[in-house]
């Protein structure tokens, strides 16, 4: 057997999934960022959810290699994107309604709205 066979290659120790931490961090500021009119929410989440499958994807092809602690961090910091990305689309079609039905003039300008009632 050839010991550099990467089939029976086994490493030495274990190590996290390289974007663990990213789709982590990610996810926490999607949640944040849902309240910046929705728009940092929105690509956090969809950032950190491509993340998450090509690191589920190298955990799930070799789950020996990687630790469970950062496995567990990487499904976290999933439920946290799908948590911001939730109430960031939510928060961005109803800006995007307020400017179709309202206009963007009153968003420029409120006291106008004011003065003509």
């Known amino acids: 057997m050839n010991p550099q066979d990467s089939s029976i290659f086994v490493p030495q120790s274990q190590r996290s999934l390289p974007n663990a931490s990213a789709v982590m961090a990610l996810g926490i500021i999607s949640i944040i960022g849902c309240c910046c009119y929705g728009v940092p929410g929105v690509v956090c989440s969809i950032v950190a959810l491509i993340l998450y499958s090509k690191d ?62």
């Open 56 to 117: 589920a994807q190298l955990f799930q092809a070799n789950p020996e290699w990687y630790t469970a602690s950062s496995y567990s961090n990487l499904r976290t910091g999933r439920i946290c994107a799908i948590v911001g990305l939730i109430p960031s689309i939510l928060f961005l079609l109803f800006w995007i309604f307020v400017m179709i039905t309202a206009g963007f003039g009153i968003l420029s300008n409120p006291q106008d709205v004011f003065n003509r009632i």
